[in-house]
């Protein structure tokens, strides 16, 4: 059986910066991302944070994914649903050389809570095509936007 393993992909990639297409860039304005591989069925992105960068709360339409810190540090928050049970955020700090699988309906939100600039690539698959940013409010998970390949990115 060959199964894709996403994070094992991830892992090539950020050892290997000579095989990235684009050259690593930060924007002060906000996160940068730029795809740096796509195949049939999973596409790789290398993404920067400089110290306070972030995303929303948001899904990945229904692909599941993968991600590695190449340097740096992130914090991820994911959404946990108990039953009977608002939703809540659990955080969790990704230090150089950390990263982990998430399925198809998984939710979080990343920030760069460090003091240096951090770098991560990330895996999806299949690519994305659709995400979703949500906002998390004393009512519960409440949709902000819907974003296109394509369109938004
Ligand atoms: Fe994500």
Redesign the pocket.
Known sequence: MNRLDLLTIARQYAAHPDTWSRRLHFDPAQRWYSRIASAADHEVWLLTWLPGQH?DL?D?GGSA?A?TVVSGELTEERLTRARHSPPTLRPRLLPTGRGHRFGPQ?I?R?TNRGRLPAISV?VYGPALARMTRYELTDEGLRTAAIELAGSQW
């Open positions: 995303t948001h990945h994914g991600f998984y979080h990343v990330h």
